[in-house]
């Protein structure tokens, strides 16, 4: 496609259950990124990979978050025994390749998917 | 204390003003800075980028870094109401990962 695209756009779960999000990058890019985004707040990093491989996951809050990318391309971030905090809107962004942002300053994000724990 | 301060707005102005847009930061190995740009419910898109120190301009846009005060500037000439949106200064220690600010707010009346 044209751009990142995410799904589902919106989610609605109970606190406790399990959630997975979707991301599939701009054909072409070799690096994607996770970030969440609170409301009234900027991005927050939460991990990126380069290929299938997570680069850096320091960002995850704790061992609820996990992230994969099997095949280098589409990837999923997985929530488990979600809790009310964890909502938020979760923006998935890609690049050429790692370290472009150094080149160009760009990221592509998608526009997200919002997840609501009640 | 966050890393990258930005006043969180609404910042509110008439159609054709001059907007300025500000983020401060602590770390001082900060060397890639960027503005984007989010209308609600999107993703944010990139403005301006700038690496290290110095001024950049694009269009009704200039974009000041100072690093010996921690400083980051935007500036909206002649300012539209479709330059509505929320302002996300964001700025990279190796090129890799993004540390954004808060987001500003912007509001242009017509």
């Known amino acids: 496609g044209a751009g990142v695209s995410q799904t589902p756009s919106n989610k609605v779960t109970e606190k406790g259950k399990y959630v997975e999000l979707r991301c599939d990058p701009i054909?072409?890019?070799?690096?994607l990124y996770w970030y969440r985004q609170s409301l009234g707040q900027g991005p927050e990093f939460l991990i990126y990979?380069?290929?299938?491989?997570?680069?850096?996951d320091s960002g995850l809050p704790n061992d609820r978050f996990f992230a994969v990318r099997p095949e280098g391309s589409v990837s999923t971030l997985k929530i488990q025994r979600t809790e009310r905090g964890d909502s938020a809107v979760y923006l998935c962004a890609s690049s050429y390749q790692l370290g472009q942002l150094a080149n160009t300053g760009e990221l592509f994000f998608g526009e997200g998917s919002r997840l609501t724990v009640l | 204390q966050k890393e990258v301060e930005q006043d969180p707005g609404p910042l509110s102005v008439p159609e054709g003003a001059i907007v300025s847009l500000n983020c401060t930061y602590s770390?001082?190995?900060?060397?890639?800075f960027m503005w984007y740009r989010q209308y609600s419910r999107k993703g944010p898109e990139l403005l301006m980028y700038?690496?290290?120190?110095g001024n950049k301009e694009d269009g009704r846009f200039t974009a000041q870094v100072d690093k010996s005060s921690k400083y980051i500037s935007l500036f909206i000439r002649d300012s539209q109401p479709s330059d509505s949106a929320t302002y996300l200064c964001a700025m990279s220690k190796n090129g890799n990962k993004l540390v954004f600010g808060a987001g500003t707010i912007l509001r242009v009346k017509s």
């Open positions: 770390n001082s190995a900060f060397q890639y």
């Open positions: 054909s072409g890019h070799t690096a």
């Open positions: 700038t690496y290290s120190s």
């Open positions: 990979f380069q290929g299938t491989g997570a680069a850096d």
